[in-house]
């Protein structure tokens, strides 16, 4: 079992998450959203995430800026998930948490899948998504990850799902 706190954020949180995109080299910024995109976009993208309508995870490590940001993006009964880790934190079982996390959010909402896009040649998210046994289809450079999520009794029953974390800022 992870030991890392997967906490649900805020908007409270929002500095902190644009510091954290900010703090991610231009690899990384291009193996998250599959592309290159300038800072105003990045800047647009975190003012204008939604909170609330979707659900936002992190890790922290004592400091105020989230090493681990999962941001869940919920369109109907399925969420993409898009999964970011400071370098320095990486190879350490945040990533996983964070995606158990979200895994756990959308049984709880009564999601039936959940989705990653990744690029073919990331392959910490490929090997991610082969740890969470994620059915993987691949189409010119991307990678889709998608998870049937099955729900058991309790979760149909509309009990919390184990290990949530009360929303903090
Ligand atoms: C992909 C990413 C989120 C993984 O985060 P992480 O915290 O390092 O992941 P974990 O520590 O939970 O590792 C999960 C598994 O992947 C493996 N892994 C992690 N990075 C890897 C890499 N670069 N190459 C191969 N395997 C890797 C880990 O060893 C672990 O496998 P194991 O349990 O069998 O040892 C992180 O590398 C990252 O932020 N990358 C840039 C953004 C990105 O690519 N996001 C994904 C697209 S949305």
Known sequence: M????VRRLTALARNGVLTHFLSLS???????????????????????MDFDADAVF???DGGLVPVGVAHMAIAG???EVGLSVLARARKQGI?????????????SLGLKKITVLCLQENSGM?????????????E???????????????????QPSPGTVP???
């Open 167 to 169: 929303p903090v800022p």
């Open 2 to 5: 992870s030991h890392h706190i």
């Open 95 to 107: 990533g996983a948490a964070m995606l158990e996390q979200a895994i756990r959010h959308g049984k």
């Open 26 to 48: 231009a690899q990384d910024i291009w193996m998250r959203f599959g592309h290159a995109i300038q800072e105003s976009v990045l800047r647009n993208y975190v003012s204008t």
């Open 58 to 60: 992190g890790v922290y």
């Open 140 to 158: 010119g450079r991307e990678v889709e990850a998608d998870l049937e999520l099955l729900q058991s009794p309790s979760d149909a029953a509309g």
């Open 77 to 79: 009964d399925s969420a």
């Open 126 to 138: 490929r090997r991610l998504a082969e740890k969470f046994f994620m059915e993987t289809t691949s």
